[in-house]
């Protein structure tokens, strides 16, 4: 009996050292990790680095929020929003000072069932051919932005928008860079988390669950 429990609190010591590791890489946004994954296979190329604008990733956002729905059987997204809606929606909804509004000159999208992790979404679902590949490679690119949006049961849409406009001197967000809040998913360039459920309810499952059992234990 004695053996069971402590085999039990090894156990779950063992679990609650896991949640700690989960909880402490949910602090990450995933846009943010992608942006970072695409430099280094950028700088494995010798190019430059690219600028993480907060600007375009959010624009990128409402680009892919609103082609929700639009996901093939393929994981390609069917949906081509007008050229005017990035200056007329997607810039306003994001608090983009308009006169700032720069060229935007390679998007990749894809969509895929289920989350994955921001490695595998950019070999699976980004960058998966030749196009997308040189969409990234491109020299001219100077500033990237990510977004990513998803409901609990998918599918998830990723935007990529590239600029070769100066850096930070385009797609400003308003209100000292802070823009307006978006309501659902993740950009990066800006330090702040995901607006979505998927990462705190996996976080509840793994942390809540074993600190329940040790108490009754
Ligand atoms: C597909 O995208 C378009 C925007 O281009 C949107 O109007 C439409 O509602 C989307 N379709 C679905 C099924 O969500
Ligand atoms: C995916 O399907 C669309 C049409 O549904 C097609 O145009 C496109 O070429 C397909 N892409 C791949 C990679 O098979
Ligand atoms: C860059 O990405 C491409 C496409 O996914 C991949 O084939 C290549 O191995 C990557 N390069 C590096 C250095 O990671
Ligand atoms: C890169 O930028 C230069 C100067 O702005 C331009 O002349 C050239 O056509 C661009 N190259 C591509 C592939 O867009
Ligand atoms: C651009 O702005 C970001 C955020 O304010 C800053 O971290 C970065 O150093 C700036 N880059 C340049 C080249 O000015």
């Not at 990733?57 to 005017?84: D, F, H, M, R, W």
């Not at 308003?174 to 307006?180: D, P, R, T």
């Amino acid at each position: 009996m004695v053996s069971i429990i402590s085999c039990c609190k090894w156990f779950l010591t063992l679990h609650l050292l896991f949640a700690a590791l989960v909880s402490a890489k949910s602090h990450g946004n995933p846009a943010n990790e992608l942006v970072n994954i695409m430099n280094q296979n950028r700088t494995a190329a010798k190019l430059s680095q690219l600028n993480d604008n907060a600007g375009l990733s959010c624009i990128a956002l409402q680009y892919i929020e609103a082609c929700q729905g639009n996901c093939t059987s393929n994981n390609t997204v069917k949906c081509k929003p007008s050229e005017n809606d990035f200056l007329e929606v997607f810039a306003p909804n994001c608090g983009v000072e308009l006169p700032t509004f720069g060229t935007i000159t390679g998007r990749i999208v894809g969509c895929q069932p289920k989350y994955v992790e921001p490695l595998e979404a950019f070999s699976r679902v980004l960058v998966r051919d030749r196009a997308a590949l040189s969409v990234l490679r491109e020299k001219n690119h100077s500033e990237v932005g990510v977004g990513l949006v998803g409901n609990r049961h998918g599918p998830y849409f990723w935007c990529v928008l590239f600029s070769n406009d100066r850096i930070n001197s385009t797609f400003v967000l308003e209100n000292g860079g802070k823009g307006i809040k978006q309501r659902k998913g993740c950009y990066s360039g800006a330090n702040i988390e995901c607006s979505e459920a998927k990462r705190t309810k996996l976080f509840l499952l793994v942390t809540i669950f074993p600190v329940i059992f040790t108490i009754f234990i």
